[in-house]
Nanobody, 120 residues
Framework: QLQASGGGLVQAGGSLRLSCEAS??????VGWFRRAPGKEREFVAV????????RYTDSVKGRFTISRDNRNNTIYLQMNSLKPEDTAIYYC?????????????????WGQGTQFTVSS
């Protein structure tokens, strides 16, 4: 089970951290995806449960960081230098048999999504 939180409203150039609490299963890979208004859901960032193999979509490289807190099985997406085009519903995802994939089909478990808006 995945429970995402941290959405809201932030000004362009600001920062926000999304959280996703994972429970119930032992996962091998985790990720964040997003669905912008009028667009399909897209990959944002992924990594192995151990924190290796981090990959980011080009538009967020250098601005977003995916991480995990080992103490409480929470996955984070730290987002800096936010832009209006980052406005979306963000979903955390996890897989028990992840092999570095970045497609939606590579992840079987999904959180409910958390919305945030970046104002210009």
């Amino acid at each position: 089970q995945l429970q995402a939180s941290g959405g809201g409203l932030v000004q362009a150039g600001g920062s926000l951290r999304l959280s996703c609490e994972a429970s119930g299963r032992t996962f091998s890979g985790v990720g964040w995806f997003r669905r912008a208004p009028g667009k399909e859901r897209e990959f944002v960032a992924v990594m192995s449960w151990r924190g290796s193999g981090k990959r980011y979509t080009d538009s967020v490289k250098g601005r977003f960081t995916i991480s995990r807190d080992n103490r409480n099985n929470t996955i984070y997406l730290q987002m800096n230098s936010l832009k209006p085009e980052d406005t979306a519903i963000y979903y955390c995802a996890a897989s028990v048999d992840w092999y570095s994939g970045i497609k939606e089909g590579d992840f079987a478990s999904w959180g409910q999504g958390t919305q945030f808006t970046v104002s210009s």
